[in-house]
C-alpha cells in the first residue's frame, strides 16, 4: 500500500465531558518530523501522541495541535503573583515620573501581564486526559492516513503509466538499435564504393567496421537493467512498506542507465526516444518526492 507523505485529519468530539479537537497536516519531508501544539497545561501529551503517531508515519513533516477544554465543573483558582505584580506596578510609576510620561495605570493594564497569574487546578489525572485525547487522536488519524491513501494511489497510477510508457519505448529502442547497425553497414559499403570505383572491396573489411561498430552502440545490456528496475520498482509498490527512499534510488539507477543509452547512440530517432525516456523518469522522479 502506497502512502503518500501529505494528508489532513481533524476531529471535534466530547469525551467524559471535555471538549478535544485534534488536528493534523502533513508535508513532505526527507525524515520523519512531528511538531505539536496543545492548550495551555496540556503539554505533556506531546510525547505520548509524538510516539503513538510514529507507529503510523514513517516520513513526513506532520504538525498537530490539540485543544482540550475541561468540563464546567472543573475547579479553577486564579491567584495573584503579588511581588510580581509588584514589581510591575513599581515600574511603570517609575518610567512614568522619568520620562514625563501620563501615569495611566489601571488594573485592566495591567492585568495583560499575564504572568502575574498563577492558575491553580485541581490535580488531573494525565493518563485519563491521554485515554480521552486519544479517542479524537484515532478519528483524526484515520482521516489522515485514508487521505494518504487515496494520494498514495494516485501516484502509483502515474508513476506506473509513466513507466509502461519507459517500456514501451525501450521496446523501440532495441527493435531499432541492430536496424541502425545494417544502415551503417550499408553507408560504408556505399561510401567505400563511391571512392574505390573499379576497385575490388574488401568486404571483410567492412564487416569488421560494421561489428565494430555495432559494439560501440549495443545497447542490450542497459535495456535489460532498464526493465530490470522496473520490475523492481512493481515489487515496492506491493510491497506495503515505506519505499520512498527506495525508490528514490531506483530512479537515480534509471536515469544512469538512459544516460549510458543516450552515449552510445548515433541514430537521430533513437536520440529522440532516449529524451523521451529521460523525461519521463524526471517526471516519475518528481512524483515519489510525495511517496512515504
Keep these: 500500500m502506497v502512502m503518500s507523505m501529505t494528508g489532513f485529519g481533524r476531529c471535534v468530539t466530547e469525551v467524559n465531558g471535555r471538549q478535544i479537537t485534534v488536528e493534523m497536516k502533513s508535508v513532505n519531508h526527507r525524515y520523519f518530523e512531528f511538531s505539536c501544539r496543545t492548550t495551555r497545561g496540556y503539554s505533556f501529551l506531546e510525547d505520548k501522541v509524538k510516539k503513538y503517531v510514529a507507529q503510523k508515519i514513517a516520513r513526513g513533516k506532520v504538525d498537530m495541535y490539540i485543544s482540550v477544554t475541561e468540563p464546567e465543573d472543573t475547579e479553577v483558582n486564579v491567584t495573584v503573583?503579588?511581588?510580581?505584580?509588584?514589581?510591575y506596578v513599581n515600574a511603570i510609576h517609575t518610567l512614568a515620573d522619568e520620562y514625563n510620561i501620563p501615569d495611566d495605570l489601571t488594573v485592566s493594564v495591567l492585568s495583560r501581564y499575564s504572568d502575574?497569574?498563577?492558575?491553580?487546578?485541581?490535580?488531573?489525572?494525565?493518563?485519563?486526559?491521554?485515554?480521552?485525547?486519544?479517542?479524537?487522536?484515532?478519528?483524526a488519524l484515520d482521516s489522515f492516513l485514508s487521505?494518504?491513501?487515496?494520494?498514495?494511489?494516485?501516484?502509483?497510477?502515474?508513476?506506473?503509466?509513466?513507466?509502461?510508457?519507459?517500456?514501451?519505448?525501450?521496446?523501440?529502442?532495441?527493435?531499432?538499435?541492430?536496424?541502425?547497425?545494417?544502415?551503417?553497414?550499408?553507408?560504408?559499403?556505399?561510401?567505400?564504393?563511391?571512392?574505390l570505383t573499379g576497385s575490388e572491396i574488401d568486404q571483410q573489411r567492412i564487416l569488421t567496421e560494421a561489428a565494430i561498430f555495432a559494439d560501440k552502440v549495443a545497447v542490450d545490456e542497459e535495456t535489460v537493467r532498464l526493465r530490470s528496475h522496473f520490475e523492481q520498482m512493481k515489487t515496492f509498490f506491493a510491497s506495503g512498506v515505506s519505499i520512498g527512499r527506495k525508490l528514490d534510488f531506483l530512479v537515480q539507477e534509471m536515469n544512469r542507465e538512459a544516460n549510458t543509452i543516450g552515449s552510445k547512440v548515433t541514430d537521430s530517432v533513437l536520440a529522440h526516444k532516449v529524451v523521451e525516456i529521460k523525461s519521463e523518469i524526471e517526471k516519475i522522479r518528481e512524483q515519489i518526492q510525495n511517496i512515504e
Design 116 to 139: 502575574i497569574f498563577q492558575i491553580h487546578k485541581e490535580e488531573q489525572d494525565e493518563e485519563q486526559i491521554y485515554s480521552d485525547v486519544k479517542v479524537a487522536l484515532d478519528v
Design 81 to 87: 503573583n503579588k511581588p510580581l505584580a509588584a514589581g
Design 147 to 195: 487521505m494518504r491513501k487515496a494520494e498514495g494511489e494516485k501516484l502509483e497510477e502515474d508513476v506506473m503509466s509513466r513507466a509502461n510508457r519507459i517500456l514501451t519505448i525501450v521496446s523501440e529502442i532495441e527493435e531499432r538499435s541492430p536496424i541502425t547497425v545494417e544502415e551503417y553497414r550499408q553507408k560504408l559499403t556505399k561510401r567505400i564504393t563511391d571512392m
